[in-house]
């Protein structure tokens, strides 16, 4: 009986569909099967799914609804006891899914399972969205096992350890279903970028593990939908970043915690300035806005989260991989850019 559900969701990629499907299917193991999501895609993606690939079944959505709601609404007419979310710009080179379907069933803790992320285009490289899992340090922003801001490592196997992780990619992650539906899946007000880590934060709120399966590889793209230069990608980055540690962090740290979060983006706003990029600069300012005005209904979302979470709680919350310093601090003026020399 197949147990994982691949789910792709598709918004014009008929590229990435063409170059990657193939390799794919051909990995495929009997327990996972393929489906594609199709965020209304205005390019011949559907159309050549239908005859290239008419064995895999396709979701059609009634419109673009995003990232986070894309796969909300895709996830709702998908019974598997495993959702394997997969970018439409990932390469696999060999089965990535059996070890990762075979770390989450050695615990009733474990949520969630990532595996490597390589870059596509520099293979000895781990890739900007995931690494080998994604961490956060105590200020609330994030990084990867082998990415800190925009310094990718060379993977020399330095991080083939099995860890916890504080959250999984969203490029490439496995989930328990019922988890994922009790939880309400990904924030829908996100649309895109970070979501994943507002719902790995809250499944470790609620005492289950988010882990990193490097034995299991995949080679992204990235930035296939939003390059990450765009302004676009750093409003929805730092907006969404601002809204994960609201509906999130504890009620006593978060007072002193968002004000001072304010003044480091600024900071990083006017270093935005000094490089001429004014546009990233007016991008923050407009994300910072956006979270001051819908400030009382994440309050109630807050609420929401915490009401859940009482209900199933497995045990204490998973915080003890919070990195305990300044990553700004670590990177910037110290200059350390590996993970493992923090």
Not at 213 to 221: L, R
Not at 321 to 339: E, N
Request: aromatic share 14%; net charge positive.
């Amino acid at each position: 009986m197949k147990e994982v559900a691949i789910v792709i969701l598709n918004y014009n990629g008929i590229t990435y569909l063409k170059t990657f499907l193939p390799g794919l299917k051909k990995y495929l193991p009997a327990s996972a099967a393929i489906i594609i999501a199709d965020n209304q895609s205005t390019d011949e993606s559907t159309a050549w799914l239908k005859v290239e690939h008419p064995e895999i079944e396709l979701i059609e959505l009634s419109q673009n609804f995003g990232f986070a709601k894309g796969y909300n609404e895709a996830l709702k007419q998908i019974d598997y006891p495993y959702f394997l979310l997969l970018n439409s710009d990932v390469e696999v080179k060999e089965d990535f899914v059996s070890p990762l379907l075979q770390l989450i069933k050695t615990s009733e803790s474990i949520a969630a399972v990532q595996p490597k992320i390589l870059s596509q285009a520099e293979p000895a490289f781990f890739e900007y969205a995931g690494a080998c899992g994604g961490m956060k340090d105590y200020l609330g922003y994030t990084f990867c096992r082998g990415r800190i801001f925009d310094f990718c490592e060379k993977d020399q196997g330095q991080y083939e350890d099995q860890k916890e992780i504080f959250w999984a990619s969203g490029a490439a992650f496995l989930i328990k279903a019922d988890l994922y539906k009790i939880f309400g899946g990904f924030d829908e007000d996100f649309f895109a970028h970070m979501e994943e880590i507002d719902l790995c934060w809250r499944l470790k709120n609620a005492g289950y593990k988010i882990m990193v399966e490097p034995s299991s590889i995949v080679y992204h793209v990235g930035g296939g939908t939003l390059n990450y230069g765009n302004p676009r990608k750093t409003f929805l980055n730092f907006r969404n970043n601002l809204r994960t540690l609201v509906k999130n962090e504890k009620g006593s740290k978060l007072i002193w915690l968002f004000p001072t979060r304010l003044v480091l983006d600024g900071l990083a706003g006017l270093q935005f300035l000094f490089k001429g990029q004014v546009k990233h600069l007016f991008a923050i300012i407009k994300a910072h806005w956006a979270v001051f005005f819908e400030f009382p209904y994440l309050l109630k979302k807050r609420k929401a989260n915490k009401a859940i979470i009482k209900q199933i709680s497995i045990g204490e919350k998973r915080l003890r991989d919070v990195y305990s310093k300044s990553i700004i601090w670590q990177y910037f003026v110290k200059g350390i850019k590996k993970y493992n020399r923090l």
